[in-house]
């Protein structure tokens, strides 16, 4: 029987560390050719994934510009694609997650008649506008896909209420599966910074902030409590690998740049951010990947956001709502920086988001899609 030619498609960052574990895993099934196009919707945060993981993509789209908008994204994704579909005769096109990439890459497999599989499926806010444009290329999404991969039983929750019932499967993330291979006792890093910190006697704050709906007075809030927290703070080292985007770095320079006790540094390669959070006290983030691993890795995690998506270390206790407030901001980090009581609540390794055999479930789902394998079981938390 001929191989099935499964093409994975992403562009940024999360996309990549959450897609590499899966594009591995297909590849060592022999009844899978497993293919990778990347947009590089990214050019640097995305090559040092590839370099992390040893991937090398059989397609590039190299879209990347500096401030790109999202319809310069999704429009050179969608027509790069084109050509990358028609060489590579995918059976079925995965996509990931909320990006730009993820919806142009599901429009596409539309255009060529192409089976899309939604990996990180049936996230929701139900805010248009936050996260933005996330919150609506997931709903996209859906309404193409054939197969959801949800990482969470809530995940399957709210696509069935959606009315979407057929091909879910509850897979957990694939980023726990990434996060087994990437953390490692020990670890030594290559930003020097990093090993000179002084784990045992400071508080190490890791810090990343990048959404586009925070962009303007919100970001100039959570920059300028963060500047506050490390401020007044002596025991607090605050550690921030700043996204490349234009607009962060600008923010970031100006209310954090000159402070003795924070350390403004460049992206981190995806396994020393891992290694990096498994050393530190406390992550204030507007990230997703993160809100999902510093759970598994027993930190707690206060969410820079009005809302989240990942309601499930919120619910488990280990994650909580700051906001985007700088008053709330600094009086939550200020509790957990000073009652170790209230740090100890929040500080247990839970894993709602999976188990580490994502990437195993999927590739048996696909499999059974095409007859070739039975049905996997779900991912229980
Ligand atoms: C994108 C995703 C967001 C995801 C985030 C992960 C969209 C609309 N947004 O947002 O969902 O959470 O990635 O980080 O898809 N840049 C570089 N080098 C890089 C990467 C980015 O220079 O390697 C700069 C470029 O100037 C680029 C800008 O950052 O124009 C913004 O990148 P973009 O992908 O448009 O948006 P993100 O905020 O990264
Ligand atoms: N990450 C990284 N280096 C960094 C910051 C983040 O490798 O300097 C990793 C992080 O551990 C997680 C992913 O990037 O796996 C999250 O990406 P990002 O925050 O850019 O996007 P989001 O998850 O919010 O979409």
Redesign the pocket.
């Known amino acids: 029987m001929e191989q099935l030619r499964i093409m994975s498609v992403f562009g940024?960052?999360?996309e990549a560390?959450k897609m590499a574990p899966l594009v591995k895993e297909l590849a060592g099934r022999a009844e899978i050719a497993s293919l990778c196009c990347v947009t590089a919707q990214h050019r640097e945060m995305l090559d040092s994934v590839l370099e992390v993981f040893d991937l090398k993509p059989d397609w590039d789209l190299d879209i990347m510009t500096p401030q790109q908008t999202l319809s310069t994204i999704t429009s050179k994704c969608l027509l790069g694609m084109d050509e990358a579909v028609d060489k590579l005769r995918p059976d079925m096109i995965l996509v990931h997650?909320d990006t730009s990439t993820t919806f142009a890459g599901a429009l596409s497999a539309f255009y060529h008649k192409v089976p899309v599989g939604h990996v990180e499926a049936g996230l929701r806010t139900y805010d248009k506008y936050s996260p933005y444009p996330e919150e609506m290329n997931r709903k996209l999404v859906t309404a193409i896909a054939d197969l959801y991969f949800c990482p969470t039983e809530n995940n399957r929750e709210n696509l069935r209420r959606e009315g979407v019932t057929e091909g879910v499967f509850v897979t957990g993330n694939t980023?726990i599966d990434a996060l087994h291979t990437t953390v490692r006792p020990g670890c030594r890093f290559s930003t020097e910074i990093l090993n000179a910190l002084p784990y045992d006697s400071k508080k190490i704050l890791l810090v990343?902030c990048?959404r586009r709906e925070n962009y303007g007075q919100p970001m100039e809030d959570i920059m300028a409590a963060l500047a506050h927290i490390a401020r007044s703070h002596d025991g607090v080292e605050l550690v921030y690998?700043v996204?490349l985007s234009p607009v962060v770095q600008a923010c970031a320079k100006k209310h954090l740049g000159d402070i003795p006790n924070v350390h403004l540094i460049p992206?981190?390669?995806?396994d020393e951010?891992?290694n990096l959070?498994a050393r530190c006290f406390l992550v204030l983030t507007d990230?997703?990947?993160?809100q999902e691993?510093a759970p598994a890795l027993g930190k707690p995690v206060l969410v820079l956001r009005r809302e989240t998506e990942r309601p499930e270390a919120v619910a488990a206790g280990t994650a909580k709502l700051a906001g985007v407030a700088y008053a709330d901001i600094v009086s939550m980090a200020h509790q957990l920086i000073t009652d170790p009581a209230a740090y100890a609540a929040m500080a247990h390794a839970v894993n709602p988001y999976g188990d580490g055999l994502a990437c195993r479930r999927i590739a048996d789902a696909i499999l059974w899609h095409f007859g070739r394998g039975p049905r996997p079981g779900d991912f229980t938390a």
């Open positions: 940024t960052r999360p560390i997650g980023v990343t990048h690998p996204h992206p981190l390669a995806a951010m891992h959070m990230s997703g990947g993160l691993e």
